[in-house]
């Protein structure tokens, strides 16, 4: 990718290196590199809002704000979002509309506020059957399971979950496939079925561990800690704990970042 940015502005293809920036910050998102993510993003929008290239802007704030949900910053989240669905509608882009609204009602959820949530993801349902994306809709229920999850209802919440991880695996979705067993063991975890709730950590754990994927890892060791002791493997769960306790370090505790962010903002 890099090298194809140095031969795209060599050629003056501005369009060309933006989008190849753009995957470039795929791949810093997915590495947990949120201070390199940021940057790239920043650099992207200008150049696009230079060009007047709006689809460009507003696929770049889609990802913008996912590394701001990341980082709990929910507000710049959501900022993005709604910017990026003012532009979507502007442009007639259902499939960019319904991302952006499945993560303003993630971000909306994160922030607090439940119901608001589920009425922006019960729209990205509608929209969704329309534009007929698969993956979209997947992760859109996900955001669902994890909201009835947190309203205690985790048989309704488990009965969603089971159907989105079918469909991932058949679509060979490891990361995503991760993220519903991690879900699924911590409903089991309420439930009190231990047993059944390591199994899906462990499970979980392991295509972490195979993709280096830190903000899944970070889930995966704080779930563990957490049923290991409630089993009183109390070496175990320290280990666990430590290994979270590493891994939230190295994804949050930066100045570089933090001024970053605050530049961002």
Known sequence: YELSIDMDNKRGDAMGAADTKGNLVDIYIYQGNSKKALNLCN??????????DKDCVMRTLI??????????????????LKYAISLAREMGDAYAEAMALSNFGLATWHKGNAEEALALLNKVLDISSETNDGYDVLNTLWIMSEIYSSQKEYARSNEILLGVLKRYEEMGYK???????????????????????????????????ELDAPFE?????RNLA????????????????????????????SDSLQSNLELSS
């Not at 650099?43 to 007047?52: A, G, K, L, P, V």
């Not at 990802?63 to 993005?80: E, G, H, P, T, V």
């Not at 890892?217 to 060791?221: A, H, K, P, Q, R």
């Not at 957490?226 to 505790?253: C, K, P, R, S």
Request: aromatic share 10%; glycine share 2%; hydrophobic share 45%.
């Open 175 to 209: 990361r995503q496939s991760a993220k519903v067993l991690t879900s699924l063991g911590r409903n089991l975890t309420e439930l009190n079925e231990i047993d059944k709730a390591m199994g899906y950590f462990e499970k979980s754990l392991e295509i972490t561990l």
């Open 63 to 80: 990802n913008r704000a996912a590394i701001y949900d990341n980082l709990l910053k929910y507000d710049a989240a959501i900022a993005d």
């Open 226 to 253: 957490h049923v290991q002791a409630i089993l009183h493997n109390f070496e175990a769960a320290d280990i666990f704990q430590d290994l979270f306790a590493q891994t939230h370090m190295n994804i949050f505790n």
């Open 217 to 221: 890892l970070l889930e995966n060791y």
């Open 43 to 52: 650099e992207i929008i200008t150049d696009c809002s230079n060009r007047q």
